[in-house]
Protein backbone atom coordinates (compact mmCIF):
# COMPACT_ATOMS: atom_id res chain seq x y z
CA UNK A 1 0.00 0.00 0.00
CA UNK A 2 0.96 3.69 -0.32
CA UNK A 3 3.40 4.73 2.20
CA UNK A 4 4.21 8.70 2.75
CA UNK A 5 7.79 9.55 4.90
CA UNK A 6 7.93 13.43 5.75
CA UNK A 7 11.05 14.89 7.37
CA UNK A 8 12.09 16.55 9.13
CA UNK A 9 10.10 15.98 12.09
CA UNK A 10 10.86 18.72 13.72
CA UNK A 11 12.49 22.44 11.84
CA UNK A 12 13.40 25.95 13.78
CA UNK A 13 14.05 28.94 11.42
CA UNK A 14 14.46 32.71 12.25
CA UNK A 15 11.84 34.74 11.35
CA UNK A 16 11.81 36.08 7.77
CA UNK A 17 13.66 32.95 7.08
CA UNK A 18 12.12 30.24 4.66
CA UNK A 19 11.38 26.55 5.92
CA UNK A 20 11.08 23.75 3.43
CA UNK A 21 9.67 20.52 4.97
CA UNK A 22 10.02 16.97 2.50
CA UNK A 23 7.80 13.85 2.11
CA UNK A 24 7.66 11.13 -0.40
CA UNK A 25 5.66 8.81 -1.26
CA UNK A 26 5.89 4.85 -2.32
CA UNK A 27 2.85 4.75 -4.98
CA UNK A 28 3.22 5.55 -8.15
CA UNK A 29 -0.94 5.89 -8.90
CA UNK A 30 -0.94 9.27 -6.38
CA UNK A 31 -2.11 11.96 -7.64
CA UNK A 32 -3.33 14.13 -5.15
CA UNK A 33 -1.17 16.04 -2.26
CA UNK A 34 -2.61 18.06 0.06
CA UNK A 35 -1.00 19.85 3.14
CA UNK A 36 -2.42 20.58 5.99
CA UNK A 37 -1.32 22.57 9.33
CA UNK A 38 -2.60 21.93 12.92
CA UNK A 39 -2.07 24.67 15.60
CA UNK A 40 -1.75 23.44 19.30
CA UNK A 41 -4.77 22.25 20.47
CA UNK A 42 -6.14 22.61 17.35
CA UNK A 43 -8.02 20.71 14.11
CA UNK A 44 -5.91 19.78 10.83
CA UNK A 45 -6.65 22.54 8.29
CA UNK A 46 -5.55 22.51 4.44
CA UNK A 47 -3.06 25.06 3.30
CA UNK A 48 -2.24 24.39 -0.02
CA UNK A 49 -2.69 21.44 -2.12
CA UNK A 50 -1.60 20.15 -5.66
CA UNK A 51 -2.69 17.63 -8.29
CA UNK A 52 0.06 15.20 -10.55
CA UNK A 53 -0.79 17.17 -13.79
CA UNK A 54 1.13 20.48 -12.16
CA UNK A 55 4.59 20.85 -10.87
CA UNK A 56 3.83 23.84 -8.78
CA UNK A 57 1.87 26.04 -7.18
CA UNK A 58 1.78 29.36 -5.29
CA UNK A 59 -0.41 31.09 -2.76
CA UNK A 60 1.15 34.05 -1.36
CA UNK A 61 4.51 32.87 1.44
CA UNK A 62 3.62 29.01 0.42
CA UNK A 63 4.33 26.74 -2.54
CA UNK A 64 4.17 23.27 -3.40
CA UNK A 65 6.36 21.69 -5.47
CA UNK A 66 5.59 18.01 -7.14
CA UNK A 67 8.27 15.61 -8.76
CA UNK A 68 6.94 12.41 -10.06
CA UNK A 69 9.61 10.82 -11.05
CA UNK A 70 11.32 10.93 -7.65
CA UNK A 71 8.21 10.44 -6.01
CA UNK A 72 8.66 13.59 -3.67
CA UNK A 73 6.59 16.74 -3.31
CA UNK A 74 7.70 20.16 -1.02
CA UNK A 75 6.65 22.52 0.98
CA UNK A 76 8.05 25.98 0.81
CA UNK A 77 7.25 28.66 3.09
CA UNK A 78 9.18 32.06 2.54
CA UNK A 79 9.48 34.93 5.04
CA UNK A 80 8.20 32.85 8.10
CA UNK A 81 6.25 34.70 10.74
CA UNK A 82 5.75 33.46 14.66
CA UNK A 83 2.01 32.49 14.01
CA UNK A 84 3.46 29.83 10.96
CA UNK A 85 4.66 28.15 14.38
CA UNK A 86 2.69 24.49 14.55
CA UNK A 87 2.95 20.70 13.03
CA UNK A 88 2.29 20.56 9.14
CA UNK A 89 1.09 17.23 8.00
CA UNK A 90 1.49 16.32 3.88
CA UNK A 91 -0.77 13.36 2.63
CA UNK A 92 -0.71 11.53 -0.47
CA UNK A 93 -3.90 9.87 -2.42
CA UNK A 94 -3.84 6.73 -5.01
CA UNK A 95 -5.77 7.28 -7.52
CA UNK A 96 -8.08 4.19 -7.32
CA UNK A 97 -8.26 4.70 -3.17
CA UNK A 98 -10.66 6.33 -1.11
CA UNK A 99 -8.14 7.67 1.40
CA UNK A 100 -5.39 9.89 2.01
CA UNK A 101 -2.26 9.04 3.29
CA UNK A 102 -0.84 11.00 6.06
CA UNK A 103 3.21 12.00 6.59
CA UNK A 104 4.59 11.61 10.53
CA UNK A 105 4.58 15.54 10.51
CA UNK A 106 6.40 18.30 10.92
CA UNK A 107 7.18 20.34 14.10
CA UNK A 108 7.57 23.60 13.05
CA UNK A 109 9.07 26.72 14.95
CA UNK A 110 9.72 30.03 13.82
CA UNK A 111 12.02 31.80 16.54
CA UNK A 112 11.24 35.85 16.65
CA UNK B 1 -22.74 25.86 6.64
CA UNK B 2 -21.74 24.62 10.30
CA UNK B 3 -19.20 22.58 8.03
CA UNK B 4 -18.07 19.67 10.24
CA UNK B 5 -19.54 19.12 14.31
CA UNK B 6 -18.52 16.46 16.82
CA UNK B 7 -19.97 15.81 20.23
CA UNK B 8 -18.82 16.00 23.11
CA UNK B 9 -16.03 18.16 22.83
CA UNK B 10 -14.53 16.26 26.26
CA UNK B 11 -15.34 13.00 27.87
CA UNK B 12 -13.60 10.49 30.33
CA UNK B 13 -14.75 7.17 30.26
CA UNK B 14 -13.99 4.21 32.60
CA UNK B 15 -12.31 1.12 31.57
CA UNK B 16 -15.41 -0.81 30.25
CA UNK B 17 -17.45 1.78 29.63
CA UNK B 18 -19.17 2.42 25.94
CA UNK B 19 -20.11 5.33 24.31
CA UNK B 20 -20.33 6.82 20.53
CA UNK B 21 -18.49 9.77 19.88
CA UNK B 22 -21.08 11.97 17.02
CA UNK B 23 -20.22 13.45 13.67
CA UNK B 24 -22.39 15.80 11.07
CA UNK B 25 -21.61 17.58 8.17
CA UNK B 26 -23.71 19.63 6.00
CA UNK B 27 -21.65 19.93 3.01
CA UNK B 28 -23.28 17.34 1.45
CA UNK B 29 -20.15 14.93 1.02
CA UNK B 30 -20.28 11.83 0.06
CA UNK B 31 -17.02 10.65 1.87
CA UNK B 32 -16.50 10.82 5.78
CA UNK B 33 -13.47 9.16 8.04
CA UNK B 34 -12.91 8.58 11.61
CA UNK B 35 -9.04 9.67 12.84
CA UNK B 36 -7.33 9.03 16.28
CA UNK B 37 -4.41 11.30 16.94
CA UNK B 38 -2.34 10.08 19.87
CA UNK B 39 -0.27 12.80 21.79
CA UNK B 40 2.41 14.59 19.47
CA UNK B 41 1.45 11.73 16.89
CA UNK B 42 0.26 11.92 13.20
CA UNK B 43 -3.35 10.67 12.49
CA UNK B 44 -4.59 6.98 12.33
CA UNK B 45 -7.61 5.70 10.02
CA UNK B 46 -9.87 4.20 12.21
CA UNK B 47 -13.18 4.33 9.75
CA UNK B 48 -14.15 5.60 6.73
CA UNK B 49 -17.55 5.53 4.60
CA UNK B 50 -17.98 6.71 0.58
CA UNK B 51 -21.75 7.06 0.56
CA UNK B 52 -24.73 5.99 3.37
CA UNK B 53 -24.81 2.54 3.90
CA UNK B 54 -21.19 1.99 2.91
CA UNK B 55 -18.21 1.68 5.64
CA UNK B 56 -14.63 -0.11 6.08
CA UNK B 57 -11.68 -0.35 8.28
CA UNK B 58 -9.07 2.40 7.85
CA UNK B 59 -5.58 0.99 9.38
CA UNK B 60 -6.64 0.84 13.41
CA UNK B 61 -10.46 -0.19 13.41
CA UNK B 62 -10.54 -2.88 16.51
CA UNK B 63 -12.08 -1.80 19.50
CA UNK B 64 -14.18 0.70 17.25
CA UNK B 65 -17.62 0.60 15.41
CA UNK B 66 -19.28 2.90 12.98
CA UNK B 67 -22.40 3.39 10.98
CA UNK B 68 -23.76 5.80 8.31
CA UNK B 69 -27.15 5.49 7.50
CA UNK B 70 -27.47 8.98 6.30
CA UNK B 71 -25.71 11.52 4.00
CA UNK B 72 -24.97 13.66 7.20
CA UNK B 73 -24.05 11.27 9.84
CA UNK B 74 -21.16 9.19 10.93
CA UNK B 75 -21.25 8.28 14.58
CA UNK B 76 -18.04 6.31 15.78
CA UNK B 77 -18.91 3.66 18.62
CA UNK B 78 -16.47 2.55 21.28
CA UNK B 79 -17.38 -0.73 22.89
CA UNK B 80 -15.34 -1.84 26.25
CA UNK B 81 -13.02 1.61 26.04
CA UNK B 82 -9.68 0.87 27.20
CA UNK B 83 -6.69 3.16 28.39
CA UNK B 84 -5.05 2.37 24.92
CA UNK B 85 -8.30 4.32 23.47
CA UNK B 86 -7.11 7.62 25.14
CA UNK B 87 -6.68 10.00 22.15
CA UNK B 88 -7.89 12.70 20.66
CA UNK B 89 -10.53 11.89 17.65
CA UNK B 90 -11.22 14.31 14.51
CA UNK B 91 -14.40 13.54 12.20
CA UNK B 92 -13.82 14.42 8.42
CA UNK B 93 -15.59 14.51 5.36
CA UNK B 94 -14.83 15.48 1.54
CA UNK B 95 -16.30 14.91 -1.76
CA UNK B 96 -15.13 12.94 -4.83
CA UNK B 97 -16.97 12.30 -7.96
CA UNK B 98 -15.42 8.58 -7.12
CA UNK B 99 -12.73 6.55 -7.73
CA UNK B 100 -10.83 8.05 -10.69
CA UNK B 101 -12.40 11.33 -10.17
CA UNK B 102 -11.83 14.47 -8.45
CA UNK B 103 -10.95 14.11 -5.59
CA UNK B 104 -11.58 17.30 -2.85
CA UNK B 105 -10.23 18.70 0.53
CA UNK B 106 -10.58 16.71 3.53
CA UNK B 107 -12.52 18.99 5.35
CA UNK B 108 -11.99 18.67 9.82
CA UNK B 109 -14.05 18.31 12.34
CA UNK B 110 -12.74 20.37 15.85
CA UNK B 111 -12.17 17.00 17.81
CA UNK B 112 -13.30 14.99 20.55
CA UNK B 113 -10.62 14.81 23.56
CA UNK B 114 -11.12 11.20 25.16
CA UNK B 115 -9.65 10.15 28.60
CA UNK B 116 -10.05 6.41 29.60
CA UNK B 117 -9.12 5.97 33.35
Known amino acids: GENVEQHPSTLSVQEGDSAVIKCTYS??????FPWYKQELGKRPQLIIDIRSNVGEKKDQRIAVTLNKTAKHFSLHITETQPEDSAVYFC???????????FGSGTRLLVRP | NAGVTQTPKFRILKIGQSMTLQCTQDMNHNYMYWYRQDPGMGLKLIYYSVGAGITDKGEVPNGYNVSRSTTEDFPLRLELAAPSQTSVYFCASSYSTGSGGSYNEQFFGPGTRLTVL
Open chain 1, 91 to 101: AAKVDSSYKLI
Open chain 1, 27 to 32: DSASNY
